[in-house]
């Protein structure tokens, strides 16, 4: 990954006290800004399917390289006690997470990604993978979902840029055919995909290139 101080980026305490105030006094969700409340539905959508699937009174939930921003705007869109979500952030500095929600965790041990996940998400964080194999070390043996959200990807070969938005992240962009293929290894068969604005790619990119959204499940 990036050599980039993602715990500062990962924590925008403003923004979460302001979802949090938000959605305690309303019934409905606060209108996130760009493509976000798409994806947020979506990444409900995916936990709903997952449920429905795995037939638990908890369903396990690894999402890999998110935040706990994520979650402060989804507490009016489903209920997120029948969850037992666990977020992979390999920069967290082991500080008590600042969350409101009880079964909401972090870890930073790359060891803890063997465990028995039911849903596995990758919301906009596998390009910044060097490479695809390095999600060997997830254990995908028993989840039944795979979402993949506000991710670039080629319609060519993978390759590397910078990111616009900051001068110290880069990119790499991984081909669709590559991260269908590897998915398809593991046993998955992709059953919808969507574009986002390509405006929302914060890198220079090349060949064609989409934001793409991959529901993958087995």
Request: include cysteine; aromatic fraction near 14%.
């Amino acid at each position: 990954m990036n050599n980039f101080n993602w715990i500062n980026y990962n924590n925008n305490f403003q923004l979460l006290k302001k979802l949090r105030k938000y959605n305690k006094i309303n019934k409905f969700n606060f209108i996130e800004k760009e493509n976000y409340n798409h994806i947020r539905d979506l990444y409900c959508l995916a936990l709903v399917i997952a449920q429905i699937k795995v037939r638990k009174l908890s369903v396990k939930v690894l999402d890999y390289g998110s935040n706990n921003l994520v979650y402060a705007n989804l507490v009016n869109k489903i209920n997120l006690k029948k969850f037992k979500i666990q977020i992979f952030d390999p920069f967290f500095s082991g500080n008590k997470l600042n969350s409101k929600i009880k079964n909401l965790s972090i870890f930073n041990d790359k060891k803890s990604l063997s465990k028995n996940w039911d849903l596995i998400n990758f919301g906009s964080s596998i390009q910044y993978l060097d490479k695809i194999s390095t999600l060997d070390a997830i254990n995908f043996k028993n989840a039944k979902v795979v979402l993949i959200t506000h991710t670039p990807m080629s319609l060519n070969k993978s390759y590397k840029c910078k990111q616009i938005n900051n001068k110290d992240l880069f990119q790499i962009i991984h081909s669709f055919s590559e991260i269908n293929k590897f998915m398809k290894k593991k046993g998955y068969k992709l059953h919808f995909k969507s574009r986002n604005d390509n405006k929302y790619i914060a890198s220079k990119t090349k060949f064609k290139t989409y934001s793409l959204n991959l529901l993958f499940l087995k």
